[in-house]
């Protein structure tokens, strides 16, 4: 195996991993719903209160005669009330279930997405053959970019969709798979 065709291998093999680690990334799909659920709150208010006092006296005869006179006062009473409230909560994205360990799984088989999976992907050949399962968009392999992943990662970047930058000396170029330099010999011509 001579060394060109080694480099092959190597980047092959370098792509891949990387297109295995971008997939388990976009595979984490949780989207924010809001909620409205009812409770009920306690609250406390100031409300008239009636008392009643009692008052007496002796009569011209003698004779202890009592009323009682009514009164209102304030005081302070508990009331519950129901009441309606949003929250936000954590979901799995549509075309993906929450599991046992609270993450979101792709529900879809990998070729198809959309609602109850009912579309098939296209994805190009420089691109992993299943797509988001919301919006059938393709994942670009490492060194490729676009919307068809049919644009070569430009020079001096690398990796997916072109992120990265390269850290060549001068005269070398970079992979734009996964950024390794490639050393470029200029021939000159003979007089």
Partial sequence: MDLRHLLQVLTCV???????????????????KTIK???NETY??????????????????GQRVCTTERRIGLCLKTFTRSAYKLK???????????TANNNCSRVCDNDKYGFQCQYHCSCPDNASPSCDVNDGRCTCFPGWKG?????????????????EMCTCADNESCNPADGSCITVVQRSKAT
């Fill in 14 to 32: 370098a792509i891949m991993l990387m297109w295995c680690d971008a997939r388990n990334h976009f595979t984490d799909k949780s989207c924010t």
């Fill in 37 to 39: 659920f009812k409770t």
């Fill in 44 to 61: 406390r208010k100031l409300v008239e209160c009636p008392y009643y006092v009692r008052k007496c006296k002796k009569n011209w005869f």
């Fill in 88 to 98: 936000e909560m954590s979901v799995c994205c549509p075309g993906y279930t929450e």
């Fill in 147 to 163: 919307s068809g992943c049919d644009i070569v990662c430009p020079s001096g970047t690398f990796g997916l969709n072109c992120k």
